[in-house]
C-alpha cells in the first residue's frame, strides 16, 4: 500500500507560481509512474502530468503544457509539479498519483493522495 501526501498548495495571483510537492511511503517509490490530476468544483477529475519511474518521460494535458514542469526525485520519495504563469482557470483540488505506467485517465491511477487546494485570483 502507497500513501502519498501532497503539499504545497495555496492561493495566488493570476501569473504567479506555485510548486506542489509529494511525499510518497508504503512502497518502492521508484516502481511507479507518478502523477497529477486536479478536481474544479463542480467539473469532472482531470489528467495534468505524469511521469515515468525513470523520469526519463513526461505527459502534459494541453492546458498546461509550457507552464507545467513535474519531476521526481527517487532518493527523496518525491514527485513535484512547478506551475507557473498560473491562470485563473487552474483553480482546483490538485491530487497526487501512481500507477504501474503513465496514465490520463482516473480509472487506470493506482493510489491517490488526499490532495491540495490550488486557488489562482485574477
Known amino acids: 500500500q502507497v500513501q502519498l501526501v501532497e503539499s504545497g498548495g495555496g492561493l495566488v495571483q493570476a501569473g504567479g507560481s506555485l510548486r506542489l510537492s509529494c511525499a510518497a511511503s508504503?512502497?518502492?517509490?521508484?516502481?511507479?509512474?507518478m502523477g497529477w490530476f486536479r478536481q474544479a468544483p463542480g467539473k469532472d477529475r482531470e489528467f495534468v502530468a505524469a511521469?515515468?519511474?525513470?523520469?526519463?518521460?513526461?505527459a502534459y494535458a494541453d492546458s498546461v503544457k509550457g507552464r507545467f514542469t513535474i519531476s521526481r526525485d527517487n532518493a527523496k520519495n518525491t514527485v513535484y509539479l512547478q506551475m507557473n504563469s498560473l491562470k485563473p482557470e487552474d483553480t482546483a483540488a490538485y491530487y497526487c498519483?501512481?500507477?504501474?505506467?503513465?496514465?490520463?485517465?482516473?480509472?487506470?491511477?493506482?493510489?491517490w493522495g488526499q490532495g491540495t487546494q490550488v486557488t489562482v485570483s485574477s
Open positions: 498519483t501512481a500507477a504501474q505506467t503513465i496514465v490520463v485517465i482516473t480509472t487506470a491511477v493506482r493510489y
Open positions: 508504503g512502497g518502492v517509490f521508484r516502481r511507479y509512474a
Open positions: 511521469i515515468s519511474w525513470s523520469g526519463g518521460s513526461t
